[in-house]
């Protein structure tokens, strides 16, 4: 009976937690646009599902975050719809798979930090998620995409000789405020989540 109340609350959350990514991906609340640059909080909900639900919390988190990433290729977005017309399923692939990985790394982190420090591990795994968002994505990208005219021309204009230059000037401020907010809203929140819904009960 326990077990099933257990499982049946887990859902409850799990369902709460994508439901917020889905809100936050069709809403200004999800991304800040500016002309040539899009930042994503998608990171703050998928780092919270990942420390208060456990690794496969977050790597579900992940997925429905990648997977409002592939839609709005379809809706809005010259970059995204850019590259689905020259490579639909790397374009899949590099929206969904890397934030699959990225929420699941990031339940793996805060478990393995929290054994060393338990405050800490919020910090730790708050932070790991957009570096992992990051990180992740751009591999992808660079997988499969780097060698393409579109992403040639970007390259140009910004100067980059090699993948690593590229990444490095791709992302530039972007990547570090998105940095910045996912670690200090998504430590504080999941803190707040976990000493009032009992972290522990997840921790398997």
Excluded: H
Aim: proline share 3%; charged share 5%; glycine share 10%.
């Amino acid at each position: 009976m326990k077990n099933n109340t257990m499982n049946t609350l887990y859902m409850v959350e799990l369902a709460l937690m994508t439901a917020i990514i889905f809100i936050m991906a069709f809403t200004p609340l999800g991304y800040f646009r500016t002309l040539g640059l899009s930042i994503t909080f998608l990171t703050v909900p998928v780092a919270v599902g990942a420390i208060i639900l456990g690794p496969k919390g977050g790597a579900v988190c992940g997925l429905v975050f990648g997977i409002t990433s592939f839609i709005q290729c379809f809706a809005s977005g010259a970059f995204g719809a850019m590259l689905l017309s020259i490579n639909p399923a790397g374009t899949a692939f590099t929206c969904i798979v890397p934030r699959v990985l990225e929420g699941w790394l990031c339940g793996l982190i805060f478990r393995a930090a929290g054994k060393f420090t338990k405050n800490g591990s919020y910090f730790i795994a708050s932070l790991a998620c957009p570096l992992l968002n990051t990180l992740l994505f751009m591999s992808s990208l660079v997988l499969f995409f780097y060698n393409t005219e579109y992403i040639q021309g970007i390259a140009d204009t910004l100067g980059a000789s090699n993948p690593v230059v590229f990444v490095a000037a791709f992302v530039g401020v972007q990547g570090l405020i998105e940095a910045v907010v996912c670690f200090l809203i998504a430590s504080a929140v999941s803190r707040t989540l976990a000493a009032a819904l009992g972290q522990s009960r997840y921790a398997a």
